[in-house]
């Protein structure tokens, strides 16, 4: 089948938002080349189970196709339409499967030869797609550090060159500070998935769940999704069939309800979202840091929070990869080499929320816990600057935001 040949009832099996979304766009997916409607389909396959602005962002992206200019549609599909798909490719069911599609068409590019000019075709197609119109303030705060001892290193190197470096901060009640920074900001939205608190032990015990929007997840309340994900990953080990390719592509096939998700929450939406932090990932599924560092990696790009608050908490100690996977719970923690990992994944968290917040329109704070030591990048944050001045986090908030 070609795209050209799709017809509302061969989206009969999607979803109910998925099907109603794929006939509202079919003009725009006839039109589309082999080689990129599949990627459409994918996302839209998956529209029911997507936080509102990833459904927000594929609308955007399908109105302004359709209603784009013929010839300019025309100009910037060509590059598409002259990719070489194999017959194979093209007799696949890629209207009932896309991601599978997407897959061997991504191996197929390379043993072609043809992946840059696919690349180069992508590029300039999403960048011919101006940006949403909705620029909100984001505020994303970093907690790390908790039970570790003082740092041997200077800590947030590379944070504290855009931003000011706190050394004073008054850390009296210092998590209740944080809760009324964060219930402040999130007055600003009562928009549903827009403000979260992710944290990689016990949370803290501020009501975060009453302020309206907010999600709270914490690394031990998903142990059982992600202990039936190590023991698949043990099984595929075990049973010596099949690499670390095969595992991440039986992981990646793994859904929601093979993982009981619903035990751990009745929404349909965090259930894909919490099964997919383990099933296409790499390191959730062993270290707490790892997976404070991909929840916020994955909102950021999925779920585009207007108040993030990340707590890394120690990892378990390192050992073989064999032992790791057959004894899911920690047997010892490693507070320093925690903090180590923190320190980077705050540096990370920061690009990530930067890349989608407009100019002035962020604030970031990430905190050494239990100590004075802190960093705020702002509108007003005087960049690579010191202040030994003693502030309350609201102060600081106030002065460099």
């Known amino acids: 089948m070609r795209p050209d040949q799709l017809r509302a009832q061969n989206f009969d099996s999607y979803p109910p938002l998925a099907r109603e979304f794929a006939v509202q766009y079919l003009p725009l997916l006839q039109r589309l080349p082999l080689s990129v409607c599949p990627s459409f389909l994918a996302q839209i396959q998956q529209f029911d189970t997507s936080f509102p602005a990833e459904q927000g962002a594929l609308r955007h992206q399908c109105d302004f196709l359709l209603h784009m200019a013929p010839e300019q549609f025309t100009a910037l599909t060509a590059p598409f339409a002259r990719i070489e798909l194999s017959s194979e490719l093209q007799a696949s069911d890629w209207v009932q499967s896309p991601a599978n599609f997407i897959t061997s068409l991504s191996a197929h590019l390379w043993s072609s030869g043809q992946i840059d000019a696919f690349r180069m075709a992508s590029t300039a197609f999403f960048a011919a797609i101006p940006g949403r119109d909705a620029h909100p303030h984001r505020m994303t705060v970093v907690v790390i550090g908790h039970g570790a001892s003082a740092p041997s290193t200077p800590i947030f ?174 047997q010892s923690v490693d507070p320093e080499g925690s903090l180590r990992d923190a320190d980077m994944g705050a540096w990370y968290s920061w690009i990530e929320m930067h890349r989608i917040t407009a100019p002035n329109k962020s604030t970031f704070v990430a905190w050494l816990e239990d100590s004075s030591q802190a960093v705020l990048l702002g509108s007003n944050a005087p960049v690579g600057a010191i202040c030994s001045t003693p502030l309350t986090l609201e102060q600081a908030l106030s002065t460099f935001a």
């Not at 009296?172 to 939205?189: D, L, P, T, V, Y």
């Open 157 to 330: 190197q590379k944070l504290k060159r855009r931003g000011v470096m706190l050394t004073a901060l008054d850390t009296k009640e210092m998590s209740s500070q944080i809760f009324r920074a964060f219930r402040q900001h999130a007055a600003f939205s009562s928009e549903p998935y827009a403000h979260w608190y992710v944290d990689g032990g016990e949370r803290w015990t501020e009501d975060y769940p009453s302020v309206p929007g907010t999600i709270c997840v914490t690394y031990p309340a998903l142990a059982p999704l992600r202990k039936r994900v190590l023991a698949s990953m043990e099984s595929m080990t075990t049973s010596g069939n099949g690499g670390a390719e095969l595992m991440r592509t039986r992981l990646a096939a793994t859904n929601a309800k093979q993982l009981n998700a619903a035990a751990v929450t009745s929404d349909p939406v965090l259930q894909r979202f919490y099964t997919e932090l383990f099933t296409e990932s790499s390191g959730p599924q062993l270290f707490s840091t790892s997976f404070v560092q991909w929840a916020g990696r994955e909102l950021a790009r999925r779920a585009q929070p207007q108040t993030l608050l990340l707590r890394y908490a120690p990892r378990q100690s390192y050992r073989a990869f064999e032992e790791l996977l057959r004894n899911a719970d920690p």
